[in-house]
């Protein structure tokens, strides 16, 4: 039993100077880099994940710059809309307006040209009746020289005669 | 006749130790051997040439000079093992030679001359061999009680541990150096192959033992020792349950242990900051009668510490390979209590339990090379703790 519970010294010098060469080789070329590595992919992976992070709020807020974009392009779209509209009814209403007092100016201008008309042909129709009054006065006063009947008969005739137009 | 018995079986269970990586040299020493005092004990009514459970177990879990693969030289049995490179440091300065030159002796038969001088191999501790053999034809010294007496040359052997150490080393450079330069080419990316299989482990180190117990920020220095101490004992725990190995026991090997614990030990002390000296050698607020009392039991707590991470880790893994070759012996003790019939028998249950036990060993070879990088971490962050009042 003693071989099992006292240590001998050649394996104690052994493992001694194995373990020390071995921590020495495995720290400087195996664990080093190792835990390096594993540190450096850490914060690869930390960063990716913060710019992931960053990349969605920027999206966030782009898309929510491009709602404002839109929302503000659609107001103004509606707003010329509706200028157009109101200038329309607007150029329409003058135009009405304007054709209205047009219309009213012909009118206006028709009606005095008639009524000079009217007043220049009541004067001619005025002349014209005279002067016919005095053809069949004329007239009559001739017949009625001769035959009383015959001058009643042909003033009557004459009148059926005349065109008062 | 027991002999026979047992060279019937012998084939069977020299196949079962096989598959299951544990040498089968069976001790037939008649107790002569100091190591196996207790075993000569436990057997002494028992027939001369009997199964010795404790003899072969106590065989397989010492160190040894060579790597025993099978077979037993003086059963007839041709002994395949690879011979390790002995290294003395004698009277008259270094000796080497390979220890095929004992020709598989440990029983101080075989004299070889190196450097001038003569050594046998006696139960593998290596001594100055006498002029003469004694009635036995042992050239080894020994007392009454078969005890090594007088000089011996300092061994500083390539024993069957140290070369299972070194090995372990090795490949854990090797593995290691190609997992950090797939780091270093793939620098950012997610791992692949080795990498995938080893990052988790260094990522529980790191995350569950030393950050948790040293602190983030103290953490990193540690972490070279911590990783290289728990892939060490890890692999080396696992060496001693890969079958047709010969049976390493590393990590149950107690000069190897205590390095370990050493190297705890002193990181722990210089590293120790003011805070951790003052609790133990002027205790806060205690009464001055008390310090007497105390001082010493913190004094000594600071030496217990490491003992019993090295204590630990020895027990468990030697416990570990004593059961299972424990059900083995129960093979060999039923065969030859009750014939051969019996032994095969009593085998299939050994085997099943062997099973158990080798699923077993392999949750206490993490466990413990994780309990061990746990305490030592934990150590570390006490003597670097510092204090916010």
């Known amino acids: ?20 060469v071995v921590l020495f080789i495995m720290r400087k070329f195996a664990w080093g880099p190792i835990l390096q590595g594993l540190k450096d992919r850490e914060q690869t992976i930390a960063n990716a994940l913060n710019e992931a992070e960053k990349a969605r709020l920027d999206i966030t807020n782009l898309k929510s710059d491009n709602e404002k974009l839109l929302q503000e392009a659609r107001n103004e779209r509606d707003a010329l809309l509706r200028e157009g509209r109101d200038l329309k009814e607007q150029i329409i209403s003058e135009a009405k307006a304007k054709a209205k007092e047009e219309a009213d100016k012909v009118t206006a201008a028709a009606r005095e040209a ?52 | 006749m027991i002999f ?86 004698t009277n008259n300065g270094l000796a080497v030679f390979m220890s095929s030159a004992f020709h598989h002796d440990t029983e101080g038969k075989v004299v070889v001359e190196s450097n001038g001088q003569r ?81 988790p482990l260094i990522l529980f180190i790191r995350d569950e033992v030393a950050i948790p117990s040293i602190g983030a920020k103290r953490a990193p220095q540690f972490m070279p020792f911590l990783l290289t101490m728990f892939f060490f004992i890890w692999l080396s725990n696992m060496l001693g349950l890969v079958p047709f190995l010969g049976g390493f026991n590393v990590t149950g090997t107690i000069g190897l242990t205590i390095v370990l614990a050493g190297f705890v030990f002193i990181l722990t002390s210089i590293n120790a900051n003011k805070h951790y000296w003052g609790h133990i050698f002027n205790p806060p607020g205690v009464p001055l009668g008390i310090k007497f009392i105390l001082v010493p039991i913190e004094l000594l707590g600071v030496f217990i510490k490491p003992s019993v991470l090295m204590i630990r880790l020895t027990a468990n893994i030697t416990a570990g390979h004593i059961s299972i070759l424990a059900f083995v012996s129960l093979i060999l003790i039923f065969a030859q209590m009750m014939g051969t019939g ?48």
Do not use: C
């Not at chain 2, 075993?39 to 028992?46: D, F, I, N, R, T």
């Not at chain 2, 500083?156 to 330069?181: D, E, N």
């Open chain 1, 1 to 20: 039993m003693d071989a099992l519970l006292s240590p001998s010294l050649g394996t104690m010098v052994w493992a001694s100077i194995a373990f020390l």
């Open chain 1, 114 to 165: 008639i009524q000079n008309e009217k007043l220049a042909a009541m004067a001619e129709l005025k002349s014209h009746v005279a002067s016919l009054s005095l053809d069949i006065a004329e007239k009559v006063v001739r017949t009625h020289l001769a035959d009383q009947e015959n001058q009643q008969q042909l003033v009557t005739k004459l009148l059926g005669e005349t065109d008062l137009n």
């Open chain 2, 4 to 89: 026979r018995t047992i060279n019937k079986t012998y084939f069977f269970t020299v196949f079962m130790l096989s598959v299951f990586g544990l040498n089968a040299g069976f001790a037939q020493e008649h107790g002569e051997n100091p190591i196996h005092e207790i075993a000569e004990e436990v057997h002494e009514h028992e027939a001369e040439e009997g199964f010795k459970a404790g003899d072969y177990i106590i065989h397989h879990i010492s160190d040894s000079h060579s790597i025993h693969f099978f077979g037993k030289e003086s059963e007839g049995i041709p002994e395949v093992s690879i011979p390790l490179p002995v290294i003395l440091w």
């Open chain 2, 119 to 199: 050594f046998v191999n006696f139960h593998d501790k290596i001594m100055y061999a006498t002029a003469t053999p004694d009635h036995h034809g042992s050239y080894a010294e020994v007392d009454e009680k078969h005890k090594p007496v007088g000089d011996m040359p300092i061994d500083f052997s390539i024993t069957k541990t140290v070369f299972g150490m070194l090995l372990i080393m090795v490949i854990m450079i090797l593995v290691f150096r190609s997992v950090a330069k797939s780091y270093t080419r793939r620098e950012g990316q997610a791992p692949t192959g080795l990498q995938n299989a080893i990052e």
């Open chain 2, 342 to 389: 019996m032994g095969y028998g009593v085998g299939v249950f050994s085997v099943a339990f062997m099973i158990f036990m080798f699923f077993l060993e392999f949750l206490v070879a993490f466990l413990q090379a994780y309990v061990f990088t746990l305490l030592a971490a934990l150590y570390f962050g006490d003597a670097t703790h510092e204090v916010h009042h």
